[in-house]
């Protein structure tokens, strides 16, 4: 079993930067691809970045060049860096964590997400 919780979001203005956190904390051997969702008002929940067990990383077209995904060596705490806010990017975020160590879009644990709000 995982838990996650995200902590860090808040409110920016359009143009700055947030640095949200995810810690990880699991029962048991396993490997995770962790990945970032968010969800507007009105809007479906959308994929924003993943990051593979290898540290591989992909993103959302419309993230890419402004946001990264990292973690810590230990692999405890997910660290997504948000550049260039724009008030679109407003919405719940959602940290995920997929069995198996490579990310195929079969998300098996969710956090309880944090509001990033851009005006």
């Known amino acids: 079993h995982v838990q996650l919780v995200e902590s860090g979001g808040g409110s920016v203005q359009a143009g700055g930067s947030m640095k949200l956190s995810c810690a990880v904390s699991?029962?048991?051997?396993?490997?995770?691809?962790m990945g970032w969702f968010r969800q507007a008002p009105g809007k479906e929940r959308g994929a924003v970045a993943a990051i593979n067990i290898d540290g591989t990383a992909s993103y959302a077209d419309s993230v890419k060049g402004r946001f990264s995904i990292s973690q810590d060596g230990a692999r405890n705490t997910l660290f997504p860096q948000m550049n260039s806010l724009k008030p679109e990017d407003t919405a719940m975020y959602y940290c995920?964590?997929?069995?198996?160590?490579?990310?195929?879009?079969?998300?098996?644990?969710w956090g309880q997400g944090t509001q990033v709000t851009v005006s």
């Open positions: 699991k029962n048991g051997a396993g490997s995770y691809c």
């Open positions: 995920a964590a997929e069995r198996g160590g490579y990310c195929e879009d079969d998300w098996n644990y």
